[in-house]
């Protein structure tokens, strides 16, 4: 049983056909739930709607940082609509990105438009994904400062049995695709955060992923896919899809030293009880 908690149906017609063709063979295989990402309101509200064709496609709603000059007071709003669809598990992704930056883009306008939607999260005590690229210091910052690790956040949530003395905190905040270091992911776990990642840890040079997998009790860590993008090895340079992330989580048993079928196990029951999933 497989959980990707991050890939993309909805972001252009392709992606689309993606899903239709993963529908197609998805009972042949491994792969159990997919979470469907937003990353605007359209592909937000399509998310929604293509989560409520398939029983094992759940949504997220949210802007992704490259995205919030789009966002205005109203279209806030129309997301706390969304968040309120059965199958609508997370407000995400939302966050910081300084890494694709364009010249006419503004820090301080990604700043306010994560600020808001955290704030949205909290009101409706949601969990939330992130998106965070060479913005740690500020992302932490905000996140902390927006009550998104307050007491008040953690105690909607039930405690998780804690690992190595840490990890018992749940504000349900998510590292999507976690590239940082491993000492800032064990100070996210502390603070109550969990981490998710991607197909670059099956890379050759995948340093940093592989020291945080080693470094965070496996009941803590999520395996994603983010397709059809950073397809991981050996199908490198492939479209991705989410019948991939059995590399992923192949990959977290080889360095815990686990078997196959214990890392699909936990990051599958780690996934369904981050996003709410009762079935």
Not at 209 to 235: G, Y
Request: with cysteine; aromatic share 8%; charged share 30%.
């Amino acid at each position: 049983m497989l959980f990707d908690s991050h890939a993309h149906f909805n972001i252009d017609k392709k992606a689309e056909a993606d899903l239709e063709k993963l529908a197609a063979g998805i009972e042949d295989s491994e792969l159990s739930y997919v979470m469907n990402i937003g990353v605007d309101l359209e592909t937000s509200f399509l998310a929604c709607e293509q989560a409520k064709r398939y029983p094992w496609c759940y949504a997220t709603v949210g802007v992704h940082p490259q995205d919030v000059h789009k966002m205005d007071d109203e279209e806030l709003y129309a997301l706390k609509t969304l968040a309120m669809e059965d199958k609508v598990k997370a407000i995400g992704e939302i966050g910081l990105d300084y890494f694709h930056m364009g010249a006419t883009e503004d820090k301080e306008e990604q700043k306010e438009w994560f600020r808001k939607q955290i704030r949205l999260a909290n009101e409706i005590s949601m969990p939330i994904a992130i998106h965070c690229r060479e913005a740690d210091g500020d992302c932490l910052e905000i996140l902390k400062q927006e009550g998104a690790f307050s007491k008040e956040r953690i105690a909607k949530f039930p405690a998780r049995e804690p690992v190595n003395g840490i990890g018992e905190k749940d504000a349900r905040v998510l590292l999507h695709c976690y590239s940082g270091s491993s000492e800032l992911a064990e100070e996210y776990v502390k603070l109550g955060a969990t981490i998710s990642i991607a197909g670059p840890v099956t890379f050759k040079n995948a340093k940093k992923q592989v020291k945080t997998v080693e470094r965070i009790p496996i009941e803590f860590l999520l395996a994603e896919t983010d397709s059809p993008f950073l397809t991981p090895e050996p199908h490198r340079g492939e479209r991705n899809t989410p019948l991939n992330v059995k590399f992923v989580v192949a990959k977290f048993a080889e360095i815990k030293g686990i078997t196959y079928e214990e890392a699909a196990a936990v990051t599958c029951r780690n996934a369904k009880r981050f996003y709410g999933i009762e079935d």
